[in-house]
């Protein structure tokens, strides 16, 4: 069993930054792909970005591209998400995902295929 605990959401005003975390503990883990997901009032859940362990290939989601940057430290099966620039329409909870399938080298944004969730994390932003 996987565990996924999230951290570094808060409130910031608009144009301002937040970095979260997400760190993955368990037995034996080995994660392929780590992503975040946000949820909005009365919204459905929409993908963020994720990225590869193998090569560390990132995908974002259009709405953030140029704003939030995705890394990770696989010696700490942590992925962090650098938010930059942020918007009211950021304001939401945000999930940290995680699966393994060492077959998929892209990345994977559908949240389906995920089976490790985190707790969330509330981020707001006011204007």
């Known amino acids: 069993q996987v565990l996924l605990v999230e951290s570094g959401g808060g409130s910031v005003q608009s144009g301002g930054s937040l970095r979260l975390s997400c760190a993955a503990s368990?037995?034996?883990?080995?994660?392929?792909?780590m992503a975040w997901f946000r949820q909005a009032p009365g919204k459905e859940r929409e993908f963020v970005s994720t990225i590869t362990r193998s090569t560390g290939t990132t995908y974002y989601a259009d709405s953030v591209k140029g704003r939030f940057t995705t890394s990770r430290d696989n010696a700490k099966n942590t992925v962090y998400l650098q938010m930059s620039s942020l918007k009211p329409e950021d304001t939401a909870v945000y999930y940290c995902a995680a699966v393994y399938l060492p077959g998929q080298g892209m990345g994977i944004m559908t949240s389906t295929l995920y089976n490790y969730w985190g707790q969330g994390t509330q981020v707001t932003v006011s204007s």
């Open positions: 368990g037995r034996n883990v080995v994660l392929s792909h």
